[in-house]
């Protein structure tokens, strides 16, 4: 099932939360929902070059919240703010409400976050760089940010070949089974021009053995790599199954 599942969808109430934070009655339900989908893409296709992980949509009585996760909030934010009021004044106009909140959260370390490094490898494509060598120095960087395991596919005409195939490059642990596992999942692609290429990354940050927040907007505590290493001392004092080290699946020496 953790193959079949988005691993986002599947962990949603266990150790991740929702991105849309409101109720809806049967009457306004699916137009709340197409108004989300509408903001989500309005705002992805404006700040194409802000970093964007995600937009969480909060509503209260009368209220639209938008927070935006981004790795560029100086992109987003303009010089002396202004961009962000012509941002707020331009969801005003396609949402039809008087009063909307425009938050930016700024995201610190955008190397284990899967919907940035997957755009970082699309746009590394779509100029023309080796789609091996992209997908290799974003696996890189982010082994060396803490993430336990990554895990790249991608899909369509690569190097401009006449027929399409997928590849796939892994390296540490992506167990998709493992609930408590905090895996984060992206699906992305770059627009090429002989054709669209799909790029799928998983990235595996560890388990999550307490109880988490879930609030989407929640920063710090598990999510922060750092704080983690630090809790162990410095090295890897888990359990659990270590055979991707043995059969040289992690970031260990490869046996010949």
């Known amino acids: ?108 370390r955008p190397e284990l976050d899967a919907t940035i490094v997957g755009d970082t490898i699309a746009r590394q494509i779509e100029n023309r760089i080796n789609f091996k060598r992209a997908t290799k120095m974003a696996i890189a960087s982010t082994l060396r940010m803490g993430a336990e395991g990554i895990k790249v596919k991608l899909s369509g005409r690569l190097g401009g070949s006449e027929i399409a195939r997928s590849e796939e490059f892994k390296q540490g642990r992506t167990p998709l089974h493992t609930f408590r596992m905090d895996i984060d999942y992206a699906n992305v692609f770059a627009q090429t021009v002989y054709g669209k290429i799909g790029i799928k990354v998983w990235i595996c940050k560890g388990e999550v053995l307490g109880k988490r927040e879930l609030n989407p907007n929640f920063v710090g505590g598990k999510n922060d790599m750092s704080d983690r290493r630090e809790r162990a001392g410095g090295d890897d004092r888990r359990g659990g199954d270590r055979r991707d080290d043995r059969r040289g699946g992690g970031r260990g020496e490869r046996r010949n």
């Not at 929702?18 to 197409?34: H, V």
């Not at 700040?47 to 987003?76: D, Q």
């Not at 961009?83 to 938050?103: F, M």
């Open 1 to 108: 099932m953790g193959q079949k599942a988005n691993p986002i969808g599947n962990r949603l109430g266990i150790i991740r939360g929702w991105d849309s934070n409101w109720y809806g009655s049967k009457k306004d339900y699916a137009s709340k929902l197409i108004e989300d989908h509408k903001i989500r893409t309005y705002l992805s296709a404006r700040i194409n070059k802000g970093g964007i992980a995600k937009i969480v949509i909060e509503r209260t009585l009368g209220k639209l919240i938008v927070t935006i996760h981004t790795s560029k909030p100086g992109i987003i934010i303009g010089k002396g703010g202004n961009e962000v009021d012509r941002i707020k004044e331009e969801l005003k106009k396609l949402t039809g409400k008087d009063d909307v909140q425009i938050n930016i959260l700024e995201i610190r």
